[in-house]
């Protein structure tokens, strides 16, 4: 049970991170309590001119092993374990000479800064630390007696704390600081396994590695409002997005910001930006438009067109460097946020204008071949999988139909399976000239979303004062095979003129059939881009 108030008699500090830590010292060392230190914050005390005594001097060992044995001893573990009130734990203390500890500072070397830097593996290993999480389990579990810190931000707490209890640390603030330590060690354990996974590890592992992420900021909500909800930032390397992105301006991004953020900069990655501009709009995490382009301000044009109902207070991402002229015109209507890799000075200052418009620069584009897992929970588990990183560019296309698409078709074919990937199931894209022209998504029935999508080509018609749907002369993606003839004839009743989709059915054959009698050109890619 815990003491309601601890007296602070004896602190052992051992830090990577030395930010604060002389002052912090200096502190402690002025309310009376006497300092034990480790190696680099042994010297680092020294240098300051604090009385401190190196845990060596307590082992009767010195640090050894190019200091990976040093605090895995006895006169440590028994200072940081020993219950107080238990008569046989004090008279161990006494009968081997060993001193209570009642603070333990610690923080941990910075594997999951090694792992970022791309350090070689013989660093990221030295990096694994053996003696800070061994401390700092001990003290958590003896949080009773014992205050453990392991945050360089709770230095200030912890004196205040101090300071109002005349030199004593309470029990509530005890539990709180062990909490928070054992979070600690399990995050730098999940980084180190998630690390070894990718190294060395089996597709399905016997235990599931944890997440092993830091706080990147609470949120005000979830979803809905009556859902409590956080952003965590994963450990080591990661791929661009929202995780890397600095937000220049605009209001605190929201759950559903997050959500439909990253859910526009996978979809816009699909684009090379060596190759074309493109931008993606994206409402509830699915794309409203899509659209490349010569220029930004071309590809953004054209994919408001496809649908600038849904547009209203979406997603922009951009695949390039926003420029002035293309934050011009995105500026013109209610946009929650935008995502680019970067934006020059003065696209910066015309967003600026915009107050509560959130403007991310994420410092690249995320690979979309590149691996890694999705992880989602249920009801007393996770499923886990390896992200969707087949790329259209990479897969065989097969022509299964009398006539084979132009070169055109071709690759509108190509861009609308890049844009259907990102849409959820039941996905259908119509594209014309490299932009959508309807897109519709996550209906029970193919053949629903193959006539939604048709319904929002013709109304793009009627804005636009055009007497025949977008959808004529476009070519139609399908996310994945169709299992019945209906929703492609409904994609040839609206004008389309090729088809994409990963074929597999049992019915492939009277599809085929069908798209032959439309006079349908169509391919088979083998790939399926189901999206839930």
Same mark, same amino acid.
């Given at each position: ?11 052992l ?5 030395k930010?604060g830590?002389?002052?912090f010292?200096?502190a402690?060392h002025?309310?009376g309590i ?5 190696g ?10 604090l009385p401190?005594?190196?845990v ?13 044995v040093k605090t895995?001893?006895?006169?440590v573990?028994?200072g940081l374990?020993a219950i107080?009130?238990n ?11 060993i001193?209570?500890?009642d603070?333990?500072v ?13 350090r070689?593996?013989a660093?990221c290993i030295e990096?694994?630390d053996i ?12 949080h009773a007696?014992?205050?453990?810190v392991?945050?360089?931000s ?5 004196l205040?704390a ?8 309470g029990a509530d603030l005890?539990?709180s ?5 054992f ?8 980084a180190?396994?998630?690390w ?6 089996a597709?399905?592992p016997?235990r ?13 909500y979830g979803?809905n409002p009556?859902?409590?909800a956080?952003?965590?930032r ?6 661009a ?6 937000q220049?301006?605009g209001?605190?991004?929201s759950?559903?910001n997050?959500?439909?953020?990253d859910?526009?900069y996978?979809c816009v ?8 501009a493109?931008?993606?709009i994206?409402k509830?995490?699915?794309?409203c438009?899509? *659209? =490349?382009? +010569?220029?930004?301000?071309? @590809? $953004?044009?054209? #994919?408001?067109?496809?649908?600038p109902t ?5 997603i922009v ?8 002229e293309?934050?011009?015109r ?5 946009t929650?946020?935008?995502i ?9 200052a015309i ?5 509560n418009?959130?403007?991310l620069?994420?410092?690249?584009v995320p690979?979309p ?8 929970t249920?009801?007393?588990g996770l499923?886990v999988?390896?992200?969707?990183a ?8 097969t022509v299964?139909t009398?006539r084979?698409?132009s070169? *055109? =078709?071709? +690759?509108?074919l190509r861009? @609308? $399976?890049?844009? #259907? ?5 039941n996905a259908?894209v119509?594209a ?6 309807g897109?519709?998504a996550?209906?029970?029935?193919r053949?629903d979303?193959s006539?939604i ?5 013709a109304?793009?018609?009627k804005?636009?004062?055009v007497?025949?749907?977008?959808a004529?002369g476009s ?5 994945a095979?169709f299992p019945?003839a209906?929703?492609?004839m409904?994609?040839?009743e609206a004008?389309a003129?090729?088809?994409i989709?990963?074929g597999?059915?049992m019915?492939?054959?009277d599809?085929?059939a069908?798209a032959d ?6 391919v088979l890619?083998g ?6």
């Open positions: 049970m815990a003491h309601d108030q601890v007296r602070v008699s004896r602190a500090l051992s830090v990577s991170d930010t830590l002389v002052d010292a200096r402690l002025a309310r006497v300092l034990v230190s480790t680099g914050t042994h010297r680092a005390l020294v240098e300051a001119g401190v005594t190196e060596a001097d307590l082992t009767g060992f010195p640090e050894m092993m190019d200091g990976r895995l001893h006895p006169a573990h028994g374990l107080r009130d008569p046989e734990h004090q008279a161990a203390l006494a009968a081997h000479g001193g209570a500890i603070l333990l610690v923080n941990l070397y910075p594997f999951e800064a090694t792992i970022a830097a791309d070689s593996d660093d990096n694994i003696g800070g999480p061994a401390m700092i389990r001990a003290a958590a579990k003896n007696d014992v205050a453990v392991t945050d360089v709770d230095y200030a707490g912890v205040a101090l300071e109002a209890q005349d030199g004593s640390l005890r539990r600081l062990a909490q928070k330590a979070a600690r060690t399990a995050s730098y354990d999940a180190i396994a998630n070894m996974a990718g190294r060395f590890g597709d399905a016997a599931f590695r944890a997440f092993g992420g830091a706080l990147g900021q609470e949120l005000r979803e009556h859902q409590s956080a952003f965590y994963a450990p080591g390397k990661v791929r997005g929202v995780a890397t992105a600095r220049l301006q209001k605190e991004l759950y559903n997050f959500n439909d953020t859910a526009a996978e990655a699909e684009f090379d930006p060596a190759r074309t493109a931008v993606a994206i509830h995490a699915n794309p438009g899509v *659209a =490349e382009g +010569a220029s930004l301000l071309e @590809a $953004y044009e054209r #994919a408001l067109s496809c649908d849904s547009a209203f207070g979406g991402a951009l695949n390039r460097t926003l420029d002035a293309a934050a011009r995105i500026v013109e209507i209610f929650e946020v935008i680019a890799p970067d934006a020059t000075p003065e696209a910066a967003v600026a204008g915009k107050k418009l959130r403007l620069l994420a410092g690249g690979d071949r590149a691996g890694g897992e999705t992880v989602r249920l009801a007393g499923l999988q390896t992200r969707d087949a790329v259209v560019d990479d897969m065989p296309l299964v009398k084979a698409p070169e *055109a =078709e071709l +690759a509108d861009f @609308a $399976y890049r844009v #259907a990937k990102h849409v959820k199931s259908i119509y014309k000239a490299g932009a959508t022209v897109i519709g996550g209906q029970m029935s053949v979303s006539r999508a048709a319904w929002k080509a109304e793009g018609a804005r636009l004062g007497a025949e749907s977008l004529l070519v139609v993606a399908s996310d095979f019945f209906d929703g492609l409904a994609a040839a004008g003129t090729a088809v989709q990963p597999g059915s019915r492939d054959a599809v085929i069908a009698e439309a006079g349908l050109a169509m890619t790939h399926r881009h189901f999206r839930h």
